[in-house]
T-cell receptor
Framework: NAGVTQTPKFRVLKTGQSMTLLCAQD?????MYWYRQDPGMGLRLIHY???????AKGEVPDGYNVSRLKKQNFLLGLESAAPSQTSVYFC????????????FGDGTRLSIL | QKEVEQDPGPLSVPEGAIVSLNCTYS??????FMWYRQYSRKGPELLMY????GNKEDGRFTAQVDKSSKYISLFIRDSQPSDSATYLC?????????????FGTGTQLKVEL
């Protein structure tokens, strides 16, 4: 029972490089989310998806793109990484019923040099 | 001003103590309240959730919501070293879709032997 799985767990990039973070969930959840967590800032929503093929912007979407081609997967892309994107990234998923809690993966620690 | 305010701590208590963790919020539309526990280098895991005002108890944990004061609390009885973690409050109102959450920045708790 894996729940929400994020890959990779850790990555170091140089400024200007691109990369994709993968999130996979096996709970058949419709909703998926990408957050970043920074000291003193808490969890901030980057993008989210309410179903396969749909995405929407969250609180801090600039510099990121997402895709939800399959229900179980949600990808977060950085096209041209910047040092300000150094953070811990968390993926979460939830059911569609109102007020359902979100279930989180263990995060990807990303450093941009 | 942030929608959800949470004292970052750190809060250090002796084993066996009763711990009180709190959040205040400003958005009266919030109706659903959650507490997540986050161990170091792990993702947040759901601990408690409550709807509207009142108390909810689960083992050593009690969640309390006072909507009139816009104040929520998590009490931990007989605290253990294994309770040492960061505790995040989260809340949600009707958003029309997506079950988006607003998080506090987290309170770091250390329970010492």
């Amino acid at each position: 029972n894996a729940g929400v799985t994020q890959t990779p767990k850790f990555r170091v990039l140089k400024t200007g490089q691109s990369m994709t973070l993968l999130c996979a969930q096996d709970m058949n959840h419709e909703y998926m989310y990408w957050y970043r967590q920074d000291p003193g800032m808490g969890l901030r929503l980057i993008h989210y998806s309410v179903g396969e093929g749909t995405t929407a912007k969250g609180e801090v979407p600039d510099g990121y793109n997402v895709s939800r081609l399959k229900k179980q997967n949600f990808l977060l892309g950085l096209e041209s990484a910047a040092p300000s994107q150094t953070s811990v990234y968390f993926c979460a998923s939830s059911r569609t019923d109102a007020y359902q809690p979100q279930h989180f993966g263990d995060g990807t620690r990303l450093s941009i040099l | 001003q942030k929608e959800v305010e949470q004292d970052p701590g750190p809060l250090s208590v002796p084993e066996g103590a009763i711990v009180s963790l709190n959040c205040t919020y400003s958005n009266s539309a919030f109706q659903y309240f959650m507490w997540y526990r986050q161990y170091s280098r792990k993702g947040p895991e759901l601990l408690m959730y409550t709807y509207s005002s009142g108390n909810k108890e689960d083992g050593r944990f009690t969640a309390q919501v006072d909507k009139s004061s816009k104040y929520i609390s998590l009490f931990i009885r007989d605290s253990q070293p294994s309770d040492s973690a960061t505790y995040l409050c989260a809340m949600s109102g009707f958003t029309g879709g997506g079950n988006k959450l607003t998080f506090g920045t987290g309170t770091q708790l250390k329970v010492e032997l």
